[in-house]
């Protein structure tokens, strides 16, 4: 067998160092026989500068290329098979353009709405969008291009993103700001990850060798480069210490000299160097493997592909009395965004779109022969007299793009003032009346669902969102997408809010594990419109719900059945629980979901695996995922405040014993079955034990729950001894065993 030379032989300690960083804002450096490649955004579609050769701030207009539905509206397909075919069509343009790896796709969690990037991002919950972001890889990956996973981790704001610390619990960091990365790198291996601006608990992502390394490396066996996020490196050599492989964009050259002045002085390992340096060279050889220079695309295929994922993420938020599907009849079409349609969010993703479908046209061409009349909003009297005269009235609403954007956070998520008033008008009038909204974070709705009968969620749809929407409304597309993220009745009510954004350079994660349905369900707090809600023009009835004990985790069964008179695609959670759990969990968690699209009058059977590891929480003791033993509830349902049947299912645990110590509290002991009798018969007699519980008015026993056993010595009036109480742990740990 012959071996490929190793591509970094020969190389001496500066060329290493100069593998590790940008020669451009969008390029590496060509060393030696490892040939530059082309890193660029976005996660839904490519933005190829048309002038990277002079631009140094990456701000230059890009080339046409679809733009796809960005995460907030994907993820409301609750579809990885879509996703990853968008994942194709990307990696498709990306060959096209002379893009080698493709920035994405972010799965940070959706912590708060008021995040300025959460049209970035798939989720709040991170089961959910690490499937989706896992497809995404794959798409990208299969047509020879790299993903770069982002943003790794605990990026959760703009505010001071660049030197904030995320102040985060072990258990909470692992269960919910990890889970998400982890579910990619396991499943999909994407061959980039990017770190973070931020810190986190302290130290910059970009030097935490406990994420990049211990981690990320050590134990998901991520094989690929670590590259920074754009400017986030603010000391290289610690960061290569660390286990950053490639920074960008270029220094220069300055922070190449930094990292060989580094190993000269001792202070770094050149070994480091080496490692970095082989990481990016085999990066290179992927992504080069397949020649680029004549791959091209189909921009009619992909704008219909871009306009099927589009009709699968809309979401029928409300639809009293059958208002929706429409029939041709007159239209009142009201709202600046039916003509200037707001379809992604601002930044580094900017797409510069190959077309862009316009709501109204694609609304007149639907409504065949009949009148459509449409009226910007400006002139509130105009658009209700327009509403009055029509069969319907269809108002759009939204956010503007500067309004949220990458690089600052909302301060509110109110729709503005002015668009409700325009609302209430046309309602007064018309009170067969439609909403579509537009937008990139969670809105405040109260005031929409109160008002419209009808309601349309398309967040954003990319460039093919008007037909999308279009189609959809007619009918010619049954809706089924499904929130991604719970809409609150109000900002105070979400979880974050009293701990957002960074106060002196610190975000503290108050809330622990207990983020967004997690949150609203556990404390039972009024949504306007929960977690994984979404309507459809027909119906389905769930039925017959099994669950099996597997040694994987749990096999649930269930038959859903079209009762309804249209096919449809209807989403499947699965919820589990643990009443009885003896650590703080949230009431419920998503645990599996499926998609299954079903005729009329006809039933399926839906098989939805739930793996181990949804089940478990993280032992900060054990430093493992743990699953306890015991009975757990598991639900199915079309939202996580829709759920249809529930049934139970006894799980073995994998919970380490923990020997008790002198630290070890009472009540710790009292819990166990072979510490309980032990320790009531040998304190039985050692005084506060001897006092009725009368003596202090209260129950003594529980009053002591709290103290460490070791303290009972104090109390007891010298009736039991350190060394007495050693021995009867040591004989209390040995049965335990």
């Not at 490649?37 to 996660?43: C, K, S």
């Amino acid at each position: 067998m012959t071996h490929s030379p190793d591509p970094i032989a020969g190389l001496d300690l500066t060329d290493q160092a100069a593998l590790g960083s940008g020669a451009s804002f969008w390029t590496t450096k060509p060393i030696g026989t490892v040939p530059a490649i082309m890193l660029t955004d976005g996660p839904h579609g490519v933005r190829r500068q048309s002038g990277s050769a002079t631009d140094h701030l990456g701000i230059s207009g890009s080339e046409p290329a679809t733009c796809f539905p960005p995460a907030v509206g994907l993820s409301q397909t609750w579809d990885p098979e879509l996703v990853e075919r968008v994942g194709q069509a990307l990696g498709e343009e990306s060959r096209a353009l002379g893009v080698q790896v493709l920035l994405g796709p972010g799965v940070n969690i959706k912590r708060d709405p008021r995040c300025g990037r959460n049209f970035e991002y798939f989720s709040e919950d991170p089961l959910l969008s690490g499937a989706l972001g896992a497809a995404w890889v794959r798409g990208v990956q299969s047509r020879g291009v790299g993903a770069s996973l982002k943003h790794f981790a605990a990026n959760n704001a703009e505010h001071d993103r660049m030197r904030a610390s995320s102040d985060i619990d072990l258990r909470t960091l692992r269960e919910i700001y990890l889970r998400s990365f982890e579910i990619v790198v396991r499943q999909a291996h994407p061959w980039t990850v990017m770190c973070s601006y931020n810190r986190i608990n302290g130290v910059y992502a970009a030097e935490n060798a406990w994420l990049l390394t211990t981690v990320l490396r050590d134990e998901w066996g991520f094989d690929g480069v670590v590259v920074s996020d754009w400017g986030a490196v603010a000391d290289r050599p610690a960061a290569v210490a660390a286990g950053l492989d490639l920074e960008m964009p270029t220094t220069g050259g300055i922070s190449d000299a930094e990292v060989v002045r580094a190993v000269r002085a001792g202070n770094l390992d050149a070994a480091a160097v080496t490692r970095a340096a082989g990481r990016v060279a085999q990066l290179v050889g992927r992504v080069t493997q397949t020649d680029t220079s004549a791959a091209s695309f189909d921009i009619d295929v992909h704008h219909e592909l871009a306009r099927e994922a589009a009709r699968r993420a809309i979401v029928l938020l409300k639809n009293e009395g059958d208002l929706l599907p429409l029939a041709p009849a007159p239209l009142a079409v009201i709202g600046g965004f039916a003509e200037e349609p707001r379809y992604q969010g601002g930044g580094s993703s900017h797409v510069n779109p190959t077309r862009v479908d316009v709501p109204l046209d694609e609304i007149r061409r639907l409504a065949g022969d009949q009148p459509v009349r449409f009226c910007s909003g400006t002139d509130t009297a105009a658009a209700a007299a327009a509403a009055e005269s029509a069969e319907t009235a269809i108002v759009f609403l939204g956010l503007t793009a500067d309004e949220e954007s990458e690089g600052y956070d909302r301060e509110h998520i109110d729709l503005p003032t002015a668009q409700l008033d325009l609302l209430r008008a046309v309602v007064e009038v018309q009170p067969r009346t439609v909403a579509v909204l537009a937008h990139g974070g969670a809105v405040c709705l109260d005031a929409v669902a109160a008002l419209a009968p009808a309601i349309l969620d398309g967040a954003l749809l990319g460039q093919a969102g008007g037909g999308a929407l279009a189609d959809v409304l007619f009918g010619v597309a049954n809706p089924s997408g499904r929130l991604a993220e719970t809409v609150p009745q109000r900002l105070q009510d979400s979880p974050a809010y009293l701990n957002f954004p960074s106060e002196s350079g610190h975000t503290v994660y108050g809330e622990r594990m207990f983020v967004g349905y997690r949150w609203y369900d556990s404390r039972e707090i009024p949504v306007t419109f929960p977690f994984g809600h979404g309507l459809s023009y027909t119906r389905f009835d769930y039925s017959d719900l099994d669950l099996t004990s597997t040694g994987a985790g749990v096999a649930v069964r269930v038959t859903v059945t079209n009762t309804g008179d249209r096919p449809g695609r209807e989403v499947v959670q699965v919820y589990a629980g643990l009443p009885d759990s003896h650590v703080g969990r949230p009431m419920q968690w998503l645990a599996g979901f499926a998609s299954v699209t079903i005729e009329p009058g006809h039933r399926q059977i839906i098989e939805i695996p739930i793996e181990r590891t949804d089940l478990a929480y993280w032992s900060v003791d054990a430093g493992r995922w743990v699953v306890e033993a015991g009975e757990y509830a598991v639900s199915v349902g079309a939202s996580s405040r829709d759920i249809r049947l529930t049934a139970t299912v006894a799980l073995d645990g994998d919970e380490p014993t923990r020997p008790f110590t002198r630290e070890s509290t009472l009540g710790e002991l009292l819990a166990d079955p072979v510490a309980s009798q032990k320790i009531l018969s040998a304190l039985s007699d050692a005084s506060p034990f001897g006092a009725g519980d009368s003596a202090l008015g209260t129950n003594l026993l529980r009053m002591l729950e709290s103290v460490p056993i070791g303290r009972m010595v104090a109390f007891s009036a010298g009736k039991v001894t350190h060394e007495q109480l050693d021995a009867l742990i040591v004989d209390i740990n040995t049965q335990r065993c």
